[in-house]
RNA sequence: GGCCCUAUCGUCUAACGGUUAGGACGAGUGCUUUUCAAGCACUAAAUCCGGGUCCGACUCCCGGUAGGGUCACCA
């Protein structure tokens, strides 16, 4: 069987990472089957619509590198792909239903139903619409909500790709609306119609879904037609452990992460491993070993914490794999202006290997820079005589020690003053010193002003001979 | 409240009746070392509770408990 799968999100702000994560395992399970797969825009609620979101979403999407085969950008043999142009079909599938007398208008206005509810709710029972059915049907005159008589009350059982054998009971089962007062069809409806006019063999949404199913598969019966495969996706939880990760509960934007330095395929990373697992001990995978690797029948069936610090191990990890010229090309976008242009080329290239090693200090490549672990390449350190001092070591001896160091470097050409040969210099005469600490803490902080900073001989390098020395003249 | 889903170290998870319950992140300790990192080595840390079935239960069944979801003219 040619797998179809399809993402499915509307057009209500950004995309966060839980829509991502539905997104990625439908991705996943298309590309390992060489099947196809859609973005479909569902922007059938008119009043939620946020300007803008569809291309945020194409844009997060592109971001991570899932790329549809169909979508309302490239179009495809079943376009339209966006909801809103597609009113013709769902009219055709409600006239069906309408002729089968499965279909009929809602007598009730908004408020008398919200009446229904309300009763129902205070004597702590669910609230059935079908309670309340009309004995006999109105004409529909496009002005009222239309509603899905439901065809069979009963119990219903079903499989899921995931959870395995799943079923609900009756009060499942409702006459839910298949097109809104306004025209538009509801999610319940048009998102049946679209999968049967595209072909979706497979569908995956979060387990807030499970309790929906019922309906769906009554209206498939309705209709006639077989329903596609479901798997059901485990939910992700907040940070405290506590409420399913939404909006509200700071699910952060995807672009956000773009923006601090992520690497997408790290988010891809850790997002495929909340709620799957390879089954070995595997935790670092690229999207390709992702693709050979995915199985539905091992996505978990518990909630998991989102985790940023999981996050910056896996991102660390990630970084680490990176090709000099792509980890340049990474770093680069993360530059202030100034170490971009004060540097002569050459150099800035030199400060890459530095960020690496450091990273992971910091979660992420922007917050490194934001905290000033960089600032002294461009900017003259501000010194302070107390962190200057060295344990018990005087400030005499420090001044000593420090001009011995631009004597000896004072003696390398130009050309010379690399790492390697500043160490060197250096190193000598810390060990004649018989104390490296006393030479080579205070170095670092005149070329640094930190205490804590790469290694300086590496920043001697990069700072060039005459800075080095002026720095170091200075601090005496 | 009805219906539904879930339950292993702090966190993510492995073990599809027989293991000293494994791995990873994080934490701690040590080594290395020019600081902070990184790296390496080691340590602590878990089967929600109660019944059953079985020679044997993390695993199967039942009952609790806890968490989550759902009961929209939202998706």
């Given amino acids: 069987m040619k797998v179809v799968t399809r993402f499915a999100p509307s057009p209500t702000g950004f995309m966060h990472v839980g829509g991502i994560r539905t997104a990625l395992y439908a991705w996943l399970w298309a590309r390992k089957n060489k099947g196809t797969f859609i973005l479909r825009i569902e922007d059938t609620d008119k009043e939620r619509e946020v300007a803008g979101s569809i291309e945020h979403i194409i844009e997060s999407l592109k971001w991570l590198g899932i790329n549809w085969d169909e979508g309302p950008n490239i179009g495809g043999p079943n376009a339209p792909y966006l909801q809103s142009e597609r009113l013709d079909s769902y009219k055709k599938y409600a006239q069906i239903l309408i002729d089968k007398g499965l279909a009929y208008p809602d007598p009730y206005t908004e408020e008398e139903v919200g009446i229904f509810r309300d009763r129902a709710l205070l004597v702590k029972k669910p609230f059935l619409y079908r309670e309340h059915r009309p004995e006999v049907f109105d004409k529909w005159d496009y002005t009222k909500p239309l509603r899905f008589k439901t065809p069979e009350i009963k119990s219903y059982k079903w499989n899921d790709l995931v959870y395995g054998d799943l079923s609900a009971g009756p009060e499942a089962l409702d006459d839910f609306i298949l097109i809104k007062s306004d025209g538009y069809p509801t999610y319940n409806f048009a998102h049946i119609i679209d999968d049967i006019e595209m072909g979706v063999t497979h569908v995956m949404r979060g387990q807030e879904f499970i309790s929906s199913v019922p309906k769906f598969l009554s209206l498939y019966d309705a209709l006639g037609i077989k329903p596609p495969l479901y798997a059901t996706l485990p939910p992700i939880m907040g940070e405290d452990g506590k409420k399913k990760l939404g909006k509200r509960d700071g699910a952060k934007d995807v672009l956000e992460y773009r923006k601090e330095g992520y690497l997408p395929e ?42 940023d610090v999981k996050l910056n191990w896996i991102n660390k990890e990630h970084i680490k794999k990176l090709s000099k010229e792509e980890l340049k090309e ?29 990273i992971s200090k910091w979660s992420d490549i922007k917050e490194m820079i934001e905290r000033g672990e960089l600032d002294f390449f461009y900017k003259q350190p501000e010194f302070f005589r107390d962190k200057l001092l060295y344990k018990n070591i005087t400030s005499e001896k420090i001044s000593e020690n420090l001009a011995l160091a631009i004597v000896e470097l004072n003696k390398l050409e130009e050309k010379n003053f690399i790492t390697e040969n500043i160490k060197n210099t250096l190193m000598q005469i810390a060990d004649r010193l018989e104390s490296r600490g006393e030479l ?17 001989f590496i920043i001697a390098e990069i700072l060039g001979k005459n800075e080095t020395l002026s720095r170091l003249q200075k601090a005496i």
């Fill in 266 to 307: 790290a988010m891809i990373n850790f997002l495929a491993l909340l709620g799957w697992n390879p089954g070995d001990e595997r935790e670092i995978f690229t999207i390709d070993e992702l693709i050979k690797t995915f199985d539905l029948s091992r996505v978990g069936h518990s909630g998991a914490q989102w985790n």
């Fill in 330 to 358: 990474n770093i680069f976008k993360y530059l202030p202006e100034e170490l971009k242009i004060d540097l002569p080329a050459g150099k800035a290239g030199k400060i890459i290997p530095i960020i690496t090693e450091r």
């Fill in 440 to 456: 080579l803490h205070p170095v670092r902080y005149a070329l640094s002003g930190l205490d804590k900073s790469p290694d300086p």
